[in-house]
């Protein structure tokens, strides 16, 4: 899995109240969701977020509620990769289930700025700073997770077979 995106940068304890505010937890609608993602912590986030995108976020992203409408709203909005230098917990396993790309590294969440050209290679643990040169090595996921993210979530990846 190879993702190649522009950085938007945000610090640490990013919580799902921000990333998707609770006035619009009534839709399940996932370009809806996209469209007011990250709206209460930076308003400029949907009119210039690009697909394939990645974000980087310091220590506990994602943490507060357990909704699953957090990382759908990011995946939605084409976000491709969130790298974190920690995530809450239930964060990490729901980006997992809607297949959302997300990578501990905080080396490459140090090492990269706003702006920067990231390239990342999950299936080695390899991420490149395009912009600066910098290089960092991470866990490349396993191979199950990777199946799941690779075919759009576990509910998919059941329906298709591809876990049993």
Known sequence: MKYTG??????????TDVIIPARYLNTSDHKELASHCMEDLDKTFVSRVQSGDIITAGQNFGCGSSREHAPIAIKASGVSLVIAKSFARIFY????????????????VDGISEGDKVEADLDNGIIKNLTTGAEFKTEPFPEFVQKIIENGGLIQSIADGVIK
């Open 6 to 15: 522009n950085v938007i940068k945000y610090g640490d304890n990013v919580d």
């Open 93 to 108: 396993r729901n980006s997992i289930n809607i297949g959302l790309a997300i990578v501990e590294c905080p080396e490459a």
